[in-house]
Structures are given as structure tokens and as C-alpha cells.
């Protein structure tokens, strides 16, 4: 749990991330929202005593509705804010881009406060890299997400080739771009996507950047050269910031496994 380091930070509501232990997964720009904030939060399955068992059963409950007055939930992650929904009881929401929406506006970390424009760039930056997230999972399981990466190995070679040659330098170009825009609009000096701040969106891309760089580590290395002001500087500064520097280090980062970004080395460079 990241710790309290303001009075502003220490009055929000104790929010409870729920995603599956052990991995960094799609709760990983939860996680990093919320550190670089410095807001408390419980992470249910990896911090709490039975704590899955929670997590199955909001999120994973296949009964037709919901007892607690929210819709169900189709997947992890979600988060719980107790005393936030209807009549004073939790309120629930899912899909990691739309827990990122709502905490970012409750945390300072989407955007200069009162700017419209700059909450919708945040957001645009942030889906963006998570469809590269969704591209990176397609890598290891390209025809069915219920079957085993060693029974669809050689389409993965196909998909991932295609993502490394094709989607990487479409995304990295997009998210360089953005970073010089802002710097030339008089952005921080090439730290952030928007604005003078951080936000969910450097976060956001931070993560998905680190996961592909674990999962394809010689095409990460041969792309450096080629987008130094993402690959080097942003990437180098963003770890850096306050609250992320100590929760990189701390055990609450978790090591990459079986999740979105997995290291099979048939499916990198060669
Ligand atoms: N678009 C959703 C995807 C959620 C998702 O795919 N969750 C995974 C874990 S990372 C899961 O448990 N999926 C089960 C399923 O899709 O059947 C999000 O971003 O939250």
C-alpha cells in the first residue's frame, strides 16, 4: 500500500484494487496511477487473507446479477470504493482504462486541474497504449484466449513478427510524437505526453513499455536507437518520479510471469 503524503491524500476513501495475485497484469496501471499519486490502497488478492476469493467473487461470479446494487463485472480488474455507490454502499466499477478515468480525477493524475482538454488527452494516450497491450496478449495467444500458447506457437510467430515490425514502430512513433508536440507547446522538457505534469497517460505507456521490453528484449534494444526520446529519456525519467522510484524497488512490483507480457524467445527478434 502506497503511503499517505499529503492531508489531501490521506482523506480519499480506502480503494480497493481487485485483480488476480502474482502478476502485474492489467492491474499494473492501477498500480502505478495510484503510487505516483501516493494514495493509499489495499490490493485485495496479493495484501488481503482470502483476498482471490474476494476478487472471484465480484469478478468472476457468473450468476445473472449482482447482489450489492452494481452491474456485474466480465473480468479483473476491478476497483471497490466503499461508500461510493448507491445508498452508501460500495460502488464498483471495471475496465481498466475507465478505473484509470475515474481515479485519475480524483487524484491529480490526469491532467491540469479544470483542464477538459488535457483530461481527454490523458484518456486518448492512455486507451492507445493499452490497445498495444491488447496487441502484445495477442502475441502469445493469437486464435483462442482458453488454449495453451503451445498449441497456437506457430501463429504467435506470425503475429508477433507483424507486431514487432509493423506495430511496434506505428505505436512508438505515435507516443515520440507526442512527447515532442508537448515539449514544443512548452510541456515539460520531453517527460511527459501532455502538459507540465505527470499523468495516467505517462504511467499508463511507462508500463506497457516496460512489459515489451521484458516480453521482446532484442527488438526493445534494437528500437532504442531508433525512438531515443521514448525509449531513453522518457522512459528513464518516468521511473524516476516520485512514488514510482520506491515502488519499483519495494515487493509490491510485481515480476513479470504468465500474463500479458511473457518472455518466449521464438517469438523475438531473431
Ligand atoms: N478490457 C478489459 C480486459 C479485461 C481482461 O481481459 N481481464 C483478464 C485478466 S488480465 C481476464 O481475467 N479475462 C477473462 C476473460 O476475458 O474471460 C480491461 O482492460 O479491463
Not at 536507437?225 to 514510482?244: I, T
Not at 515502488?247 to 504468465?258: G, H, K, N
Request: glycine residues 8%; hydrophobic residues 30%.
Amino acid at each position: 500500500m502506497a503511503e499517505p503524503s499529503s492531508k489531501k491524500q490521506r482523506t480519499q476513501p480506502p480503494y480497493e484494487l481487485l485483480y488476480h495475485p502474482g502478476v502485474p497484469g492489467r492491474g499494473e496501471p492501477i498500480r502505478l496511477l495510484l503510487e505516483a499519486a501516493g494514495v493509499p490502497y489495499t490490493d485485495t488478492a496479493n495484501q488481503e487473507k482470502n483476498g482471490y476469493e474476494t476478487v472471484q467473487k465480484i469478478c468472476m461470479n457468473k450468476a445473472l446479477k449482482s447482489d450489492d446494487g452494481n452491474p456485474p463485472v466480465f473480468s479483473p480488474p476491478a476497483l471497490r470504493v466503499p461508500g461510493a455507490g448507491k445508498d452508501g454502499k460500495a460502488l464498483v466499477i471495471s475496465q481498466t482504462p475507465n478505473i484509470l478515468s475515474y481515479l485519475g480525477d480524483r487524484t491529480g493524475m490526469a491532467g491540469e486541474e479544470g483542464s477538459e482538454q488535457e483530461k481527454y488527452w490523458v484518456a486518448q494516450l492512455a486507451l492507445t497504449a493499452l490497445d498495444l497491450a491488447n496487441e502484445v496478449h495477442d502475441s502469445h495467444h493469437p486464435i483462442a484466449v482458453a488454449k495453451y500458447y503451445e498449441e497456437q506457437k506457430e501463429e504467435s510467430k506470425g503475429k508477433s513478427k507483424d507486431i514487432r515490425e509493423h506495430r511496434f514502430p506505428k505505436f512508438f512513433s505515435y507516443f515520440q510524437r507526442t512527447l515532442q508536440g508537448n515539449k514544443e507547446r512548452g510541456g515539460a522538457e520531453g517527460k511527459y505526453m501532455v502538459g507540465k505534469q505527470l499523468t495516467y497517460a505517462d504511467t499508463t505507456i511507462w508500463q506497457v513499455l516496460d512489459g515489451c521490453m521484458f516480453a521482446f528484449p532484442k527488438e526493445m534494444e534494437a528500437r532504442k536507437e531508433e525512438f531515443p526520446d521514448l525509449l531513453q529519456g522518457f522512459y528513464g525519467s518516468v521511473k524516476s518520479e516520485k512514488g514510482l522510484k520506491e515502488y519499483l524497488a519495494s515487493d509490491r512490483r510485481l515480476e513479470y510471469s504468465m500474463g500479458i507480457f511473457r518472455h518466449y524467445p521464438e517469438l523475438d527478434r531473431q
